[in-house]
């Protein structure tokens, strides 16, 4: 190995042992997922599917590529999977690709509600460029807005709907998407990206008795690669037998060339320590651990949106905080993200949240007891932070930034969280 590559593997592993993974869409994958990732199967170039391959010597590919989508069969109870998209976003977009000429009409939530890029976002997106996209929106709560996705979807009759989230705290109510769907004779498509891990966990309800299609990334709360997943639901085949030959094209040759077949032997792996009875057992620990740092956050008088899952979000709205409370933590040992909140005053740039989530910690092996000391050191962090309100004029917020992130390198309290996050860590390295 290559020194300089060597030496930036040292620093990001020294980098994960000494911080804590807040990031909800963040996990340890185990040794066994990162061995078999690193595994000779990165060597095979295996375009097509079983039995259909455009290579030759793509006998033991097969067999695993067979194995793995038995796997996830047995494990979110669907007839069909296709385990070859390279992430979320491509997954997302064969489903999208695979039902929809150019045009047509897709729904998604937008994305200050909790909703995802390939959802619909207008404009900048491909999902929302190549067609036509509606977006609905949450209530006061944050929950999404039935009543009014029920009025879009009248007028608008989309095709295609998409229930899912990316920094959503509350469990989705797959059976009123259903209803709403079929209203419209729409397809229903829900994105478990976040929460997969949790639904096999039994901890958040499964949306495979609802929806046609699931699509799901192979990290976050299932512990994998970073890959992805598409499935069609017994449902789906009735509403179309074709469903998923279509999908198949549309992932290759589509969207796509050959697989990753390192990565389709991580997911493997991942799927078959998710079948283990200890993994209900983290799943189940996920939630708890959110529920008391959420409620230890409260008691301190953060704002918080949730949780009824594995992430929160945290709202500096009042003084425009988010981004600088998200990288004072970074300063000070825990990693988080910016986030918007629902109905955010503010831009997406300078956001007024925070977006923090369990599945690392819990990984790791922390319980109540760690979630109300990080919650003290959020606290403490979010006490330097407010010194700081984000400037009024968009001109100054630039410069403003500069200035603030050289202060918090050098605030001596931030210092001092960072130092004792580090001595936990000790307890808790991978």
Partial sequence: MRMKIKDLIVKEEERQRDSLMLIPSENYASRAVREAVGSVFANKYSEGYPGRRYYEGNEVVDELERYVQDLAKELFGVPYVNVQPYSGSPANAAVEMALLEPGETLMGLKLSG?????????????????????????????????EELRKLTLKYKPK????????????????????????????????????????????????????????TTTHKTLRGPRGAMIMVTERGLKKDVDLPSKIDRAVF???QGGPHNHVTAGIGVALEEAKEPQFKQYAEKIVENAKVLAEALRRKGVKVWGTENHLMLLDFGGWGGGAQVAYAMSVAGMVANKNTVPHDRHSPFYPSGVRIGTPGVTTLGMGSKEMKKIADWIWQVVKVAQKWPLPKEKRERKEFMITFKKKMKENRELMRVKSEVETMMIKYRV
Avoid at 125 to 137: E, H, I, M
Avoid at 205 to 215: E, F, G, K, L, N
């Fill in 114 to 146: 909790g909703g995802h890029l390939t959802h619909g976002h207008p404009e900048i997106t491909f999902s929302g460029k190549f067609f036509q996209s509606v977006q609905y929106g949450v209530d006061k709560e944050g929950r999404v807005d039935f």
């Fill in 160 to 215: 295609l709907i998409i229930a899912g989230t990316t920094s959503y705290p509350w469990i989705l109510e797959w059976k009123k998407f259903r209803e709403i769907a079929d209203e419209v004779e729409a397809y229903l498509m829900a994105d478990i990206s976040h929460i997969a891990g949790l639904v096999v966990g039994g901890v958040h309800p499964s949306p495979v008795p609802y929806a046609d299609i699931v699509t």
């Fill in 253 to 255: 040759p589509g969207l």
